[in-house]
């Protein structure tokens, strides 16, 4: 059984008095070194779960518990060494002159001695395949390698969670799969949890498990395969459904006998080979 | 309105150590009416093209026309301001350009400057409040109150509001969620069609270009690499591949399925529902071999 990592109890959250409720009594439950996708239309409450998770944001009611440690005020420094975020906008998060002043910006804020630092620089820019561009300057990088260093930043604090709020919806299509690829290989080595804020349909396919918001609540909460088999009731949520669910729905109304579970384009193939070597 | 590119070039920081070229000798023509999609990586020059196209920059080498308008190295017209009332273009993340106290202050913005008069601008106002589909409750409130997808709509409105008769969106749904962006490229399809615009559309979406572009130019370190139509433009995968960039989903699949069921299945831009009673064709036609 693997340990619970995060924990939302009965969460409920607001800007103020007078606003709307942004989180409705929300609960669930991550584990180490799992990776989730959490999904739902913009105004869901999905980002503002990212925020409370760091203590950017605290709940009127109900608690969340990070690494066995409840978010509070107090706790917040300790919590913030655990859960490393990287934001959407690749130019809103440098701060150094060069790649790896600005991975070395998180740890000399800990106080991490030199000798470390110089090692999880090496350590993490090898990770997210960055590491000949340690002397450059951030502005001369692409989207993608801004966001590849922004991860190297945080995973030099060694986080045991590690959220990534929408960080690829402003790169383009191989930005996206650079960010993704890295992400995944670090995830694997480094025993982390990983939670993709996303609206980007492959992000989650690749999860283990996703988490649905919709209207400050959590709608579903299942895997891939389970959340894309009510293609009807995401759609009517404001969500969009891959494009092998689509095709396989399309499928089964044209009276071709599938499963319709597939996920991908290998098993929608086998699915089809299989329906035509019984016909 | 006609927009040509004729042999353009466009050096940045021309006749320093730091001269870039983004353009090289680019040439297209785009026909009045047409909605034309143009594809390609990071830095292989699409934003360039853009501001040419009302002005913004002017090209180093070779000429722009675009209806009577033509520009040149050393060559604008007498009225700069009268192109750029015809040419709309909503550049990226517009929201980070609204500025005015109220929504319907930002959204009359454009057309003021253009000496539009009073009760016109009212009318005009109002018209694209509904047509972007903000409530119109929302004009007398503070643009920077609004959530991120209603203060895009008051920033397109923006632009609309000039009636331009050529629309440039670069990458005009980024971050919006799916709905969003199928009703915000549905309702510039509509307009498109309705006001009968020439329509450019800077995108990443190889989907989006197969749903609405009659055209594609698919740019490549600056230069012209592809262009055609989307259905034989965009099932080229070695070139694409080529220039890292990818074959639309329904393509992969649709290859992936001619391969192994041995039997070609034509891209022709159908839907998902078209697709699937084509592949029920074939799996009938081969189990009758059997």
């Given amino acids: 059984m693997r340990n619970k990592i995060v924990e939302f109890r009965n969460v409920s959250f607001r800007y103020g008095e007078e606003q709307p409720w942004v989180l409705k009594n929300c609960s669930f439950e991550i584990y180490e070194n799992e990776a989730i996708a959490i999904i739902g239309h913009n105004g869901s409450g999905k980002s503002t779960i990212a925020k409370l998770m760091n203590g950017l944001l605290f709940p009127q009611e109900g608690e969340i518990i990070i690494n066995n440690r409840p978010v509070t005020q107090d706790s917040i420094w300790e919590i913030r060494k655990d859960v490393g975020m990287v934001f959407q906008n690749p130019d809103n998060q440098f701060v150094g002159t060069t790649v790896q002043d600005d991975v070395a910006f998180g740890m000399e804020n800990r106080g991490i001695e030199r000798d470390e630092m110089v090692r999880r620089i090496n350590d993490t820019l090898s990770a997210v395949g960055m590491q000949e561009y340690r002397l450059t300057e951030p502005h001369k990088l692409s989207g993608g390698q801004k966001q590849r260093v922004a991860i190297a930043s945080v995973l030099a604090i060694f986080p045991q969670v590690l959220i990534l709020d929408e960080a690829t919806a402003m790169l383009d299509p191989r930005g996206r799969t650079e960010i993704m690829k890295t992400v995944t290989n670090v995830q694997e080595k480094r025993n982390l949890s990983l939670i993709t804020i996303t609206h980007d349909l492959q992000e989650v396919v690749e999860a283990e498990r996703v988490i649905v918001m919709n209207a400050g609540e959590v709608w579903d909460e299942a895997a891939p395969r389970d959340i894309f088999a009510k293609k009807a009731e995401l759609r009517k949520i404001g969500l969009d459904i891959p494009f092998v669910a689509a095709l396989s729905d399309e499928l089964w109304k044209a009276g071709v006998p599938i499963n319709n579970e597939a996920l991908n384009h290998e098993e929608l193939l086998e699915e089809l080979w299989i329906s035509h070597s019984i016909t | 309105m006609d927009i040509t590119f004729n042999h353009v070039s466009y050096i940045y920081q021309k006749n320093t150590p730091f001269a870039h070229k983004a353009i090289a000798d680019l040439s297209f023509y785009i026909p009045s009416g047409t909605f034309t999609a143009v594809i390609g990586h990071t830095g292989s020059g699409k934003s360039t093209l853009i501001q040419h196209l009302n002005g913004l920059v002017r090209p180093s080498e070779g000429e722009v026309t675009i209806g009577k308008y033509r520009l040149t190295n050393d060559e604008k017209p007498d009225n700069m301001k009268m192109l750029r009332n015809l040419v709309g273009v909503v550049f990226q993340y517009p929201e980070h350009q609204l500025f005015e106290e109220t929504v319907k202050k930002d959204i009359a913005f454009g057309p003021k400057n253009f000496n539009v008069p009073e009760d016109e601008i009212e009318n005009r106002v109002r018209d694209i409040t509904t047509e972007v589909g903000l409530p119109e409750e929302l004009l007398g409130r503070s643009p920077f109150e609004l959530s991120g997808g209603q203060m895009r709509r008051v920033a397109i409105a923006g632009v609309l509001a000039t009636k331009p008769k050529v629309l440039v969106l670069d990458e005009p749904t ?47 370190d600056g230069t012209k690499y592809m262009e055609g139509k989307p259905e034989d433009v965009l099932t080229q995968r070695e070139a694409l591949h080529n220039v890292q960039l990818d074959v639309p989903e329904m393509v992969q699949f649709i290859n992936a399925f001619s391969e192994k069921f041995e039997q070609k299945v034509p891209f022709r831009r159908q839907s998902e529902a078209e697709l699937a009673r084509e592949i029920r064709q074939v799996l009938k036609g081969a189990g009758k071999d059997e």
């Fill in chain 2, 174 to 220: 980024a971050g919006l969620d799916p709905r969003g962006q199928h009703e915000m490229m549905d309702m510039f399809y509509d307009m498109h069609q309705r006001q009968a615009l020439t329509t450019i559309l800077v995108t990443h979406s190889m989907e989006d270009a197969v749903k609405y572009a009659d055209n594609v130019i698919i740019l490549n």
